[in-house]
């Protein structure tokens, strides 16, 4: 074939919270982990934890990033958050797994994304603006985070993003914009360190002196993120690659990215039992 539509959708609002949690606690270690009451928020809490014993990483810097996914999906019109916060409200919101609180977490939300992929002559026909995937990794790791030595990084992540980078012949400081899966605010810090924007234990910095916004170095979650824009499971891969696109062909509105020429995105499963890394560049 040399066209092919790929379509993601989720809705989780037509349950429970207590059924969504389970469901979503099946794509984890559910045998010996979520089972016994590990949770997704639970393991990045540790995570986050981690981060700051080792690196001095402090709440105020994940909080920033929450700050940063609201007021990018302010101005995103297909986003679930379209509302702006402050410090203050992130900080002193209610903790669902320590340091971690509401709004350093995920939404529950229903969405859809699509994307068309052909062949560059085929691309062409239809289309004047064409761009490109020179790049893809896929990495994984143990599944259950027991069985591996260190949780300040996804060794999945890393593995990715080497093999899309030495695939597109380009380096972390070429990338102009970045989305990558920020589940929980401190999986966006501990993102940016594996896939070399930042050295490791450097995120947090970066973010509090933002880096990462709009007129930063590296901007990342131009969307607004999982945590803004949304986390429909089976549709967030999609939704990133999609702000990609519009962010190349300079149609993003009032969160484009300028002379932004080559985008990634990066996804993660099963608290980075896998990890899914693409460069996009302007034809």
Known sequence: YDTVLVAGVEKMTSVSTNMATEALAAAADDQFESSMGLTFPGVFGIA?????????????????????????????????????????????????????????????????????????????????????????GQGSDTLSITNRSEITMFGSTIKASKQAYDMAGVSPSDIDVAEVHDSYTIAEIIAIEDLGFFPKGEGGRAVFEEETSLEGSIPVNTSGGLKARGHPFGATGIAQINEIVLQLRNKASGRQVKDARIGLAQNMGGTGGTSIVHILEVD
Do not use: W
Request: charge should be negative; proline fraction near 6%; glycine fraction near 4%.
């Open 48 to 136: 986050a934890v981690a981060h700051m014993q080792k690196y001095g990483t402090i709440e105020e810097d994940m909080a920033r990033v929450a700050v940063k996914a609201h007021k990018n999906a302010s101005t995103n019109p297909f986003a679930q958050f379209q509302k702006e916060i402050d410090l203050d409200t992130v900080l002193n919101a209610p903790k669902i797994a320590e340091p971690l609180g509401v709004f350093d977490c995920f939404p529950v939300s229903d969405g859809a994304a699509a994307l068309i992929l052909a062949d560059i002559d085929t691309a062409k026909e239809y289309c004047s603006e064409p761009i490109r995937i020179t790049g893809s």
